[in-house]
């Protein structure tokens, strides 16, 4: 299970993950990522309760940081310890801003 929090403001939208993101629920960020990028020039997701993320997961990052590199620039922040090694292992720290 997945919960997508979202809070827009001046051009910023910030995406608060928590519980798994897997190959069942992907598609349901992707697709929200989709219909909330519109005027949008910082995308910020806060991965502080994300638990765990999956390849499908780590898919849906990076097609969010190839979108934003057109329109502005993505950060992720307060990534956990359980995150933050899959993102060392697959080479995603050195693709995505993490702070």
Known sequence: MLNINKTAENGTLTIA??????TVTAPALEQELRN???GVT???????KLEYISSAGL????????????????????VNEIVSEI???????????IE
């Open 36 to 38: 909330s990028l519109e």
């Open 59 to 78: 898919r849906v990052l990076l097609l969010a940081q190839k979108e934003m590199n057109v329109r502005g620039e993505m950060k992720v922040r307060r």
């Open 87 to 97: 993102f060392e292992v697959t080479g995603f720290n050195d693709i995505l801003t």
């Open 17 to 22: 993950l928590e519980g798994r993101l897997d």
């Open 42 to 48: 910082e995308l910020d997701f806060d991965l502080a």
